[in-house]
């Protein structure tokens, strides 16, 4: 089992910068990788970014690539999203999800482990 509780959400406005962190327990932080999601009102769950369990590799969505920065600290057993330039349609609940093992996956499906999500809103 792994436990995930994000924080570091809230209002900004547009062009801000917001930083997210993810909180893991559980499980051995190294053996995972961890990604982030978000859902809009009355949208679907989106891949934000990834980062693998060594932290080397990453992958992001168009929309946030040059924009938002996955990392992760080992020692503390966090994962950060830093939020760069925001901009009202970044508008949403950000969630943490975390799996074991080797991959960047992009589908939610690929994920057992869900914290419970920290809203940010961007108004313009």
């Known amino acids: 089992q792994v436990q995930l509780v994000e924080s570091g959400g809230g209002l900004v406005q547009a062009g801000d910068s917001l930083r997210l962190s993810c909180a893991a327990s559980?499980?051995?932080?190294?053996?995972?990788?961890l990604a982030w999601f978000r859902q809009a009102p009355g949208k679907e769950r989106e891949f934000v970014a990834v980062i693998s369990r060594s932290g080397s590799n990453t992958n992001y969505a168009d929309s946030v690539e040059d924009r938002f920065t996955i990392s992760r600290d080992d020692n503390k057993n966090l994962v950060f999203l830093q939020m760069n330039s925001l901009k009202p349609e970044d508008t949403a609940v950000y969630y943490c999800a975390a799996n074991w093992g080797a991959g960047l996956f992009e589908f939610s499906t690929s994920y057992p482990y869900w914290g419970q999500g920290t809203q940010v809103t961007v108004s313009s």
């Open positions: 559980g499980r051995t932080f190294s053996t995972l990788f």
